[in-house]
């Protein structure tokens, strides 16, 4: 069974960086390489949010509102999935999830972890 741990969130003041970090465990190596991952966001009352995805070929898709900032990549040696957020504004603030999308179109959710950005 795949699951998602999320690290690397915290405070951070607009401008600022943070990179967080998705392990997957439950998944060989080589099956990892092949799930397309990807980071979601919510605030609380709203609906969840796409923030970037990347495929078993490493192609990216990110929401208009963080292009340009954050980068999405993944390490399958490591079945690491990281995200690099840069340039971190008021309205980054929120639940980052983890999200992995099996071959069978189930999707698994690490906890989550909070990023608050904040003077």
């Known amino acids: 069974q795949v699951q998602l741990v999320e690290s690397g969130g915290g405070s951070v003041q607009p401008g600022g960086s943070l990179r967080l970090s998705c392990a997957a465990s439950?998944?060989?190596?080589?099956?990892?390489?092949?799930?397309?991952m990807g980071w979601y966001r919510q605030i609380l009352g709203k609906e969840r949010e796409l923030v970037a995805t990347?495929?078993?070929?490493?192609?990216?898709k990110y929401a208009d509102s963080v292009k340009g900032r954050f980068t999405i990549s993944r390490d399958n040696a490591k079945n690491t999935v990281l995200l690099q957020m840069n340039s971190l504004r008021f309205d980054d603030t929120a639940m980052y999830y983890c999200?992995?999308?099996?071959?069978?179109?189930?999707?698994?959710w690490g906890q989550g972890t909070q990023v608050t950005v904040s003077s």
């Open positions: 999200n992995a999308k099996l071959s069978d179109n189930r999707d698994v």
């Open positions: 990347i495929g078993s070929s490493r192609t990216t």
């Open positions: 439950g998944v060989p190596g080589f099956m990892f390489s092949l799930i397309g």
